[in-house]
């Protein structure tokens, strides 16, 4: 049935599609917004507006997919922009935006001290609306907001971003809009860290990654390249491991990254554009309690900002100008729908 059709059977649309706004009370969350959403699919995610409009949890029928690190939801109030500070209020969950001017390891550069993976997923967003608009046979929810990474005497940029999730699809899709409102010319980063955790990821679990050449970030990851494929069982004493993919697009330099678990016969599904979005990172963790796949989208290399220079794949925005980036995350019910996504590429 259609939309107009179900509501037939319904007293409020809310019973086919909700968003709430919701605020936390307890602990280190006290205070923060969210946006909790929920659809006729069975899908459920929240979409944190106190930091970055973020999406710390999403989970379908039931099931957990993202990872949630020990520091659970931390509001920005906490948060240690130095060296690896990041790493004490990092949540994870599934989606946690890095950057908009640096992405990565810390670093200095041109006399400047840079923290762990940016600020901007620490940031209130700033003109919020979330709305269900109802189009004919269809509605869906759009959240909308701004983030802003701007300093005096320095770059000012803003993140403008918007999220649309149909009534009844197994879908969340992400239109990021970076724009520099300064007056020179600004350095951007960004890397979209999406953590798929337990009970999606296990030892049984596929990891779909159509990769045409893998570079090993260190040493130790490189000892780990046959098999990087492959998740484990959680080890105490487990070193991460990440590495650099270049991945198979089709005609429209599109691509696609995956995890599947047979046993529940779901999993997720990570739909980008490679004209901006044009290195990924794959993070293998496979940690007691700290067990998570990360497949990172993202602009540039990782380990710096000189690094990022020298190799040419730093990206700058001129003044008044803007870039743009979207993601498609699929919500998969089927290895069926797991092989059309490897056919594709």
């Known amino acids: 049935m259609t939309y107009k059709e179900e509501k037939k059977y319904v007293g409020h649309r809310d019973q086919l ?7 936390m009370q307890d602990g280190k969350a006290a205070g923060m917004t969210m946006i909790d959403v929920q659809n006729h699919s069975g899908m459920h995610f929240d979409v944190n507006v106190s930091r970055g409009l973020d ?28 060296g690896l500070g990041f790493l004490k209020s990092f949540t994870a969950g599934f989606m946690t935006t890095c950057g908009i001017k640096i992405a990565g390891a810390p670093c200095e550069y041109e006399g400047n001290t840079y923290g762990l993976h940016g600020n901007i997923s620490n940031t209130p967003a700033e003109e919020v609306t979330c709305v269900i608009e109802e189009e004919g046979e269809n509605a869906y929810v759009k959240i909308t907001g701004k983030i802003r990474d701007a300093i005096i005497f320095g770059d000012k940029l803003v993140l403008q971003r918007e999220i649309q999730c149909d009534y009844k699809e197994r879908k969340i899709a992400i239109r990021d809009k970076v724009i520099n409102e300064g007056y020179t010319k600004a350095r951007h980063m960004i890397l ?86 044009d290195h990924f990172m794959q993070w293998k963790m496979m940690g007691a309690g700290d067990y998570v796949v990360g497949l990172e989208p993202c602009n540039t290399t990782i380990d710096g900002i000189a690094d990022a220079v020298e190799n040419g794949s730093i990206k700058y925005i001129e003044p008044g100008e803007y870039v743009e980036h979207s993601l498609i995350l699929h919500v998969l019910s089927s290895y069926e729908e797991l092989e059309a996504t490897k056919r594709r590429f």
């Open 192 to 277: 979209y860290h999406c953590n798929i955790g337990y009970p999606i990821l296990t030892p049984d679990s596929e990891i779909f990654i159509p990769s045409k050449d893998i570079k090993a970030r260190t040493a130790h990851a490189e000892k780990g390249s046959n098999e990087w494929m492959k998740s484990q069982v959680p080890d105490p004493y487990y070193e991460e491991m990440c590495y650099y993919h270049t991945l198979k697009t089709d005609a429209q330099n599109m691509t696609a990254v995956a995890v599947f678990n047979k046993e529940l016969n779901m999993g997720v599904s990570i739909e980008f554009n490679t004209d901006s979005l």
């Open 55 to 82: 999406i710390p949890y999403l989970d379908f029928l039931g099931e957990n997919f993202g990872y949630i690190s020990p520091c659970g939801i931390v509001a920005p109030e906490y948060f240690d922009d130095k």
């Open 17 to 23: 599609l909700r968003a709430k706004r919701i605020k």
